[in-house]
């Protein structure tokens, strides 16, 4: 099993800035890919942001030039800095991560946390 601890939520304002960690432990051998989801009330979860191993990244459309991931590997800790936050970007945004073990890949999510752009 692998757990994922999320911080870093909270409300900001529109034009403001946040940062999301998301620390994992337990049984961390093979993680490959990190990143981000979001849900907003009534909408599908979506992608914001993921991270590799190795370190290439991909990012959703909306947030693109905006959001920025990262990755510390020694700490096994990911992180989302989310710049110009608009109101649309208000959701509940869950860290996850793919474990590989042979053919079977497993996902793991954080509990989420919420963000809200409001002013």
């Known amino acids: 099993q692998v757990q994922l601890v999320e911080s870093g939520g909270g409300l900001v304002q529109p034009g403001g800035s946040l940062r999301l960690s998301c620390a994992a432990s337990?049984?961390?051998?093979?993680?490959?890919?990190m990143g981000w989801y979001r849900q907003a009330p009534g909408k599908q979860r979506e992608l914001v942001a993921g991270?590799?191993?190795?370190?290439?990244?991909n990012y959703g459309s909306s947030v693109k030039g905006r959001f920025s991931i990262s990755r510390d590997n020694g700490k096994n800790t990911v992180y989302l800095q989310m710049n110009s936050l608009k109101p649309e970007d208000t959701a509940v945004y869950y860290c996850?991560?793919?474990?590989?073990?042979?053919?079977?890949?497993?996902?793991?999510w954080g509990q989420g946390s919420q963000v809200t752009v409001s002013s």
């Open positions: 996850n991560a793919d474990r590989v073990g042979g053919p079977v890949i497993t996902r793991y």
């Open positions: 337990g049984n961390i051998v093979n993680i490959y890919t």
């Open positions: 991270i590799t191993s190795n370190n290439m990244t």
